[in-house]
């Protein structure tokens, strides 16, 4: 329960909170290197693969997208942050 100004009321998650989110990571002409269930493994994987081959940095993107298609996050391999 949510209370202001002495109203109770209760409070709904988000329904961005409801949706099934996928991570997809894509190249810079649209073909699906891999696709997540899950942001972290999503990000580890766009860093290994810039980790991998830096000059990759401008070609691959992480794309999150909801269960309607929606795109709620890109997530650029050039700014990832990657040590040697």
């Known amino acids: ?10 409070v709904e998650p988000a329904d961005t909170l409801k949706r099934t989110m996928t991570y997809a990571i894509f190249t810079s002409t649209g073909n699906l290197v891999d696709a997540f269930d899950d942001r972290d493994a999503a990000v580890a994987a766009l860093t290994d693969i810039v980790r991998a081959e830096p000059e990759s940095g401008d070609e691959v993107s992480l794309v999150v997208q909801d269960d309607e298609g929606h795109v709620g996050e890109t997530v650029y391999g050039s700014s990832v942050h990657v040590t040697a």
């Open 1 to 10: 329960m949510f209370e202001t100004a002495g109203v109770r009321r209760q």
